[in-house]
């Protein structure tokens, strides 16, 4: 079949590039060759190769810059996965779509399911369940990915940033009271791939991200003790715990962003590895 990457030079581009490869005849476009801000190049670009399935991985993804640019962060991240969806209906092709943990508040004690209430705190979260709401009522055949705390080897990222953070500094700041688990693209990537493999994957709404749970501040510690390991960084800095509210930041961010990713197991059988796993296999990867 031929599968349509839109995406494709991005952190998780460059991963389900590799991982969706084996799969058929793989048609990788970068933003160079579709640009999710205008609708009507991407329309013509998905007729021009008639895929059977779809794999969105662009985004606008600059949390804090969406606050001051509100209507190019929903043309990308709602406006286009509208067209996708319904450019996908019109072929009959499947669409993978890759949303996040942002669309909740972070108010829930517990790991959000599916269907639990969503309320965005910022421009971005908004404009992602926007593009999550749009493909729900295209009637589309469509896989929505919700997937939190995403880096990878490539594109800007925390664990980049703590690693050159790490060789520049001796002491840092890291906020502590917001709850994640932290999730590798190459795992993402691997298990679109299985998606797309079946002859008939069950549709909907699915929660996606790594096994347990950490704080940024912890997983800052987890990033350190690995690179020290690997001979990344010469020595660990100081890591000083801080609160949300001592790091302000142009958009808020949900202190709570665990995912129920039980529903996926269910229906495909599959679980992603706990996030140290990705965390020290990534590492791996990039000492060589």
Known sequence: MTILLIGAAGQLGRELKRSLACLGDLVACDRSQIDLADGTALR???RAHAPRAIVNAAAYTAVDR???EPDLARRINA????ILAEEAKRLGALLIH???????DGAKPGPYVEYDTANPLSVYGHSKLEGEQAIAASGARSVILRTSWVYGLHGANFMKTMLRLGRERDELRVVDDQVGAPTWTRHLADASAQILGRRDPPTGLYHLAAGGETSWHAY???IFELALQLGMIAKIPL???IASADYPLPAQRPKNSRLDCSRFAREFGLTLPDWRIGLA?????ARF
Do not use: K
Request: proline content about 4%.
């Open 98 to 104: 890759y949303s996040t943990d942002y669309v909740f």
């Open 239 to 241: 890591i000083h715990r």
């Open 281 to 285: 296999d990534c590492l791996a990867d």
């Open 220 to 222: 800052a510690g987890a």
């Open 66 to 68: 969406a606050e001051q």
């Open 44 to 46: 013509a670009a998905v």
């Open 79 to 82: 406006t286009a996965p509208a």
